[in-house]
């Protein structure tokens, strides 16, 4: 008996092809996929740590630059005094102690209410190193570290009318005064010793002329730019220092405002010519003369010519990662840091364009 020969069907023959993987297969494809994924979490990290970095440095050069620059900008205008380069008229008069005193007034001891916001001819003051308002009346209670310094312009928009407590300074071809807007329109001169010699703060300006021709009124700028070490509160967790400035108000008021965020330390020189003719930058504290009007005398502050300024930048928190172990040299003081903070030093010199005469 012929037996038929044995013929293997098409899904037979699949059915003995398919086979699982073998576990050494399997092994090898997860370490692979493990490889895969680790390398993609490696970059994805990489690029976002990179990015932080980015932003964090970008953060960093905002806040330099515009600090920087606001500085920069006020004193080159400083000494702004509208059309006279005449000192006030008269220095030497006592200040009246009838018109309600300045609030929060920067005074250092000594100082006679008013004396600070009166010194208008004092174009730059500074301090180095400490608060020198600390024995008198102290503006900068959350002064932290770094100099002081001291910009007294005038605004570059002439005053229309005139704000009650705001201060004036009547600018004249010959001659200028420092005054309080009121609504009195007249010279009073009943207030004070001598008529002929209205005090600073006189409710109207003596100086007479023609309004818009000869004559002109301006609200008087002063800034006292210092650091402190948090920018929002005090209570802020971490604290992030600021650089901020005490402004004279419209209200005849001094109060801070916030400059810059995450600048740690500001330092300045101050520029004047030698007794041989050459320029050299001095300390504050190598400057003979306080902030306040004191004298019709000159001091060694009116031969100021230029400012060379130092901020320091931090960010806001530190970066994981990270180590600074820097020192930053700015003027006369040095900085050592050993932290995670990144830093950057900005800069520049300033040259004051109105200079007495």
Same mark, same amino acid.
């Given at each position: 008996?012929?037996?038929?020969p044995?013929?293997?069907?098409?899904?037979?023959?699949?059915?003995?092809?398919?086979?699982?993987?073998?576990?050494?297969?399997?092994?090898?494809?997860?370490?692979?996929?493990?490889?895969?994924?680790?390398?993609?979490?490696?970059?994805?990290?990489?690029?976002?740590?990179?990015?932080?970095?980015?932003?964090?440095?970008?953060?960093?050069?905002?806040?330099?630059?515009?600090?920087?620059?606001?500085?920069?900008?006020?004193?080159?205008?400083?000494?702004?005094?509208?059309f006279?380069?005449?000192?006030?008229?008269?220095?030497?008069?006592?200040?009246?102690?009838?018109?309600?005193p300045?609030?929060?007034e920067?005074?250092?001891?000594?100082?006679t209410?008013?004396?600070?916001?009166?010194?208008?001819?004092?174009?730059?003051?500074?301090?180095?190193?400490?608060?020198p308002?600390?024995?008198?009346?102290?503006?900068?209670?959350?002064?932290a570290?770094?100099d002081?310094?001291?910009?007294?312009?005038?605004?570059?928009?002439?005053?229309?009318?005139?704000?009650?407590?705001?201060?004036?300074?009547?600018?004249?071809?010959?001659?200028?005064?420092?005054?309080?807007?009121?609504?009195?329109?007249?010279?009073?001169?009943?207030?004070f010793?001598?008529?002929?010699?209205?005090?600073?703060?006189?409710?109207y300006?003596?100086?007479?002329? #023609? /309004?818009?021709?000869?004559?002109? !009124?301006?609200?008087?700028? +002063?800034?006292?730019?210092?650091?402190? $070490?948090? =920018?929002?509160?005090?209570t802020?967790?971490?604290?992030?220092?600021?650089?901020?400035?005490?402004?004279?108000?419209?209200?005849?008021?001094?109060?801070?405002?916030?400059?810059?965020?995450?600048?740690?330390?500001?330092?300045?020189?101050?520029?004047?010519?030698?007794?041989?003719?050459?320029?050299?930058y001095?300390?504050?504290?190598?400057?003979s003369?306080?902030?306040?009007?004191?004298?019709?005398?000159?001091?060694?502050?009116?031969q100021?010519?230029?400012?060379?300024?130092?901020?320091?930048?931090?960010?806001? #928190? /530190?970066?994981?990662?990270?180590? !600074?172990?820097?020192?930053? +040299?700015?003027?006369?003081?040095s900085? $050592?840091? =050993?932290?995670?903070y990144?830093?950057?030093?900005?800069?520049?010199?300033?040259?004051?364009?109105?200079?007495?005469?």
């Open positions: 008996m012929n037996r038929l044995h013929r293997t069907t098409p899904a037979r023959r699949a059915a003995a092809l398919q086979r699982g993987y073998s576990l050494i297969e399997l092994m090898v494809s997860l370490v692979i996929g493990l490889l895969i994924i680790s390398t993609l979490l490696a970059i994805y990290l990489n690029s976002n740590s990179a990015s932080n970095s980015n932003k964090n440095t970008s953060e960093l050069v905002n806040n330099g630059r515009y600090a920087i620059d606001a500085i920069k900008t006020d004193v080159r205008q400083a000494g702004s005094m509208g006279t380069y005449a000192p006030p008229d008269p220095l030497n008069t006592p200040l009246s102690t009838v018109i309600t300045i609030t929060n920067c005074l250092e001891a000594g100082a209410a008013g004396s600070f916001v009166a010194n208008i001819w004092q174009r730059v003051w500074g301090a180095d190193d400490r608060n308002f600390a024995g008198g009346g102290n503006c900068l209670t959350d002064y570290r770094g002081v310094l001291v910009v007294r312009r005038l605004d570059s928009t002439k005053a229309t009318t005139l704000a009650a407590n705001t201060l004036y300074y009547r600018s004249h071809y010959s001659k200028g005064e420092v005054f309080r807007g009121s609504p009195t329109t007249a010279c009073d001169t009943t207030q010793p001598a008529a002929s010699y209205p005090a600073p703060f006189n409710k300006p003596c100086i007479s002329g #023609t /309004a818009n021709v000869d004559l002109l !009124n301006f609200p008087i700028i +002063t800034h006292v730019y210092y650091i402190r $070490s948090y =920018t929002v509160s005090s802020e967790s971490p604290r992030i220092p600021a650089l901020v400035r005490v402004v004279l108000q419209s209200d005849g008021a001094m109060v801070s405002e916030l400059v810059a965020s995450g600048i740690q330390n500001l330092q300045i020189q101050f520029g004047t010519v030698s007794t041989n003719g050459s320029n050299q001095v300390n504050a504290g190598d400057i003369g306080s902030s306040y009007l004191s004298s019709p005398s000159p001091t060694a502050w009116d100021v010519d230029s400012v060379r300024i130092w901020l320091l930048a931090r960010n806001a #928190t /530190a970066e994981p990662g990270y180590a !600074n172990t820097t020192t930053y +040299t700015m003027g006369n003081a900085s $050592s840091v =050993t932290d995670g990144r830093r950057q030093l900005f800069n520049t010199l300033v040259n004051i364009r109105n200079k007495q005469r």
